[in-house]
């Protein structure tokens, strides 16, 4: 039997709201994922002016965090031609993300879900995902 930690919608509320402030005060409206540790979406916001075609990859970017318990940046240069995970992209019915702004959400040493974003560069979604985390995180410790 598995006892599993996973994160809520009062978790996924505060995750959002920390991405949010990060996307607001950079200027950059962003859709934002978050999913458990299995990569099932738990929630979602397209914050006004969000790309349309970005709703997808912020909730692909959450899934590949939490499922592969890895952010997505890290993909990146091992899915590289010559590199070890070449390919990989084409994985899970093309789902797997390699671009920066998927992160594994992290308490105590388990990944408890993922979080995703985009439609900034690759360094905005990135930034704004660890925003997130960050925000999330800092509520645990009061």
Known sequence: MLTITRIDIAD???LIEGARRKSVEIGVPMCIA???ESGQLVAFERMDGGKV???TIAIDKAF?????KRATHDYGTASQPGSPAYGINSAIGGRLMVVAGGLPIIVDGEVV???GLSSGTPD???TCAQAGIDYF??????
């Not at 590949?64 to 592969?68: E, H, N, R, Y």
């Not at 995180?137 to 009061?142: D, F, I, N, T």
């Open 34 to 36: 978050i999913t458990d």
């Open 64 to 68: 590949t965090a939490a499922g592969a």
């Open 124 to 126: 905005q979604d990135r």
């Open 113 to 115: 879900g993922g979080i």
């Open 137 to 142: 995180l800092a509520s645990l410790q009061r």
């Open 12 to 14: 996924a509320r505060l």
């Open 53 to 55: 075609t970005s709703t």
